[in-house]
């Protein structure tokens, strides 16, 4: 007979597990929270962009353009961000077909500049240094995520991503990024074709809408599912395709330009990410959340707490800038060391 | 900082809290995270929550909530790109390997079904709350999850488990039958 309480009550045994995150950190966590601006829904996992199919990207005038085989260089002038498949370099396990943005370098400092979906522009600057100690941020590429809100939706389920669902950008068009799939159905939206495409029975499947060299992708879970808030329904999936619209910025990034009644809101996750590891694990995450404590001050000015797990917390105070930085030691370190947030342009500033 | 006992609560069930989120989502480092996550939620709402009848259900059923939220997002971008960067999912070092891999093995619900009644110790009635099932539903999931793990972990000489019918002879093993009959 099988008796999985007694089966699994090693896992209460407190000798071999972890003492608890210490309540300080958790009360952190949860100013940090009421610190939003807005209301905390869907949280999309951190994606790394590595689909093989996402080799040539369509530049933002629509011609056909073709970046593979070597490393993007600092101080690229395109004018749209280019995707590259990336030599062995110094970090081992770069991904390829990334999205970098472009950057310039001013006097032995880089500067790199993200758009995030609202069409806030971050600068980040660093010394070329970091690049020569063998973390070239501005060769990790970007990745920037959001979600759309829905308000009323369900919300009476405890701890569900309630009314919201999250936005993926994606490199290359959507059937590069669905690897050929043929789309369940094609609808019209303000960016023309929306489709979407499906999964055999309830799994998950998604709408996507291009734009320029970008594909928008929604999630998307075939009714059948059981939690309101995240089944798309017929009715859900019609307000979507009509309000998912956007634009791209002088640099060619995607913003979302949401039409009532969706709205844009921020996520658990960060709003974007610069450096996508295979594993997720060298990377600068950027958040638009302002400041929690700190431990000390870098010597850029930037506010770092050291959080431990995920890694450490660095602040642009006046600007409202977080960056927390994830990886080993040595890459914390030189973060903490190199890095500052230049500029933060709002949309309309 | 007076926390109106928020602390002693999350000491004392912290470990319960996470043991329960490692077998729901199969990897004891986003057990873990998740148990942070939905004791962060609580502690944002401690106020409302230490009045409830059974805070540490709302806390599982927020860990719940969180990894079925987790899960389906993991899904959708492993189907939206094919080649995901996701670490590979941490086996907690108190359980033996060969029943962390019958309980990995389980269909999500009856893993989660399994977590809350046997690792939190939760009721039925509490335990359909938190899937959003009928207590019927969870007794059988509860049933067949024993099942399948009893199945994953016999040993090659154990007899099958017994058949639910009366009468139905045992699955897959015909009776022994000797071959060798003396005269």
Known sequence: ?349 | VADDGFSEWYGEHHRRVVAALTVVCGDAGLGRELADEAFVRALERWSHVRHMDNPVGWVHRVGVNLARSRARRHAVEQRVLGRLAHAAPVAPPELRPEVWAAVRGLPPRHRAAVALRYVADLPERDVAAALGVRRGTVARILHDARRALADQLREPDDPPHEPTVPGARPHGRRPAVPTNREA
Do not use: K, N
């Open chain 1, 1 to 349: 007979v099988i008796d999985p309480a007694t089966l699994l009550r090693p896992l209460l045994d407190d000798g071999v597990a972890p003492p608890p995150t210490p309540v300080p950190v958790l009360r952190a966590r949860a100013r940090r929270r009421r610190q939003r601006r807005h209301v905390l829904v869907a949280a999309p996992a951190l994606l790394a962009l590595t689909a093989g199919g996402v080799g040539a990207l369509r530049s933002s005038t629509g011609d056909d353009e073709v970046v593979g085989g070597a490393d993007v260089v600092v101080g690229d002038t395109s004018t749209a961000p280019t995707t590259t498949a990336t030599t062995a370099g110094p970090v081992p396990t770069l991904a390829q077909d990334i999205v970098l943005p472009t950057t310039v370098e001013d006097d032995g400092t880089v500067v790199l500049p993200v758009t995030l979906l609202d069409g806030t522009v971050v600068e980040l600057a660093y010394d070329a240094a970091l690049g020569a100690a063998g973390y070239p941020l501005e060769r990790l590429g970007w990745t920037p995520s959001a979600a759309g809100l829905w308000g009323d939706l369900r919300t009476d389920v405890p701890g569900s991503d309630c009314c919201g669902r999250a936005i993926h950008i994606f490199p290359g068009t959507a059937d590069e990024v669905f690897a050929g799939r043929t789309p369940a159905e094609v609808l019209d939206g303000p960016l023309g074709a929306v489709r979407r495409y499906a999964v055999a029975g309830t799994s998950p499947s998604a709408l996507a809408a291009e734009i320029g060299p970008w594909t928008i992708v929604v999630e998307h879970v075939d009714t059948g599912g059981t939690d309101t808030d995240t089944t798309m329904t017929a009715v859900s999936r019609a307000m979507w395709v009509a309000s998912l619209d956007a634009h791209l910025d002088d640099a060619g990034f995607v913003v979302l330009d949401l039409h009532d009644p969706l709205t844009l809101a921020r996520t658990d996750s960060p709003d974007g990410s610069v450096g996508l590891h295979p594993d997720g694990a060298t990377r600068v995450d950027v958040f638009d959340r302002g400041c929690g404590p700190r431990d000390f001050t870098s010597p850029h000015g930037l506010d770092v707490m050291v959080l431990g797990e995920p890694g450490t917390s660095l602040c642009a105070r006046g600007l409202g800038i977080e960056l927390v930085v994830r990886g080993d030691a040595a890459f914390q370190a030189l973060v903490v060391e190199h890095v500052q947030v230049r500029a933060v342009t709002r949309p309309g500033g």
